[in-house]
Nanobody
Framework: QVQLVESGGGSVQAGGSLRLSCAASGRTFSVYAMGWFRQAPGKSREVVAAISRTGGTIYYADSVKDRFTISRDNAKSTVYLQMNNLQPEDTAGYYC????????????????WGQGTQVTVSS
């Protein structure tokens, strides 16, 4: 059974940090690039960051560059998102997904999603 389980969300004040984890199972994790996404109430889901199978290629949305860091541990079948200097506009549900094909920045490039973890940033 394919499964992605996100964890690490919570409530923080502006300027704070959180580290999200996404534990994968049911597929050979190391052969998939992975992505992190977020969706705020009333807004479309957007790609936040993505990482290639070995970590050699990384993509960040402009809105999170220099604040967020994506990484992966293939031995643990886990992808991480370190989020620093969080701002209220980062408040959203955060999701991870397997990349199937195509540009990292495109939602359609991903085919299986976790249930998400909520991040709330207060000012």
């Amino acid at each position: 059974q394919v499964q992605l389980v996100e964890s690490g969300g919570g409530s923080v004040q502006a300027g704070g940090s959180l580290r999200l984890s996404c534990a994968a199972s049911g597929r050979t994790f190391s052969v998939y690039a992975m992505g992190w996404f977020r969706q705020a109430p009333g807004k479309s889901r957007e790609v936040v960051a993505a990482i290639s199978r070995t970590g050699g290629t990384i993509y960040y949305a402009d809105s999170v560059k220099d604040r967020f860091t994506i990484s992966r541990d293939n031995a643990k079948s886990t992808v991480y998102l370190q989020m620093n200097n969080l701002q209220p506009e980062d408040t959203a549900g955060y999701y991870c997904a397997y990349h199937k094909s195509g540009n990292f920045s495109m939602l359609l490039a991903y085919d299986y999603w976790g249930q998400g973890t909520q991040v709330t940033v207060s000012s």
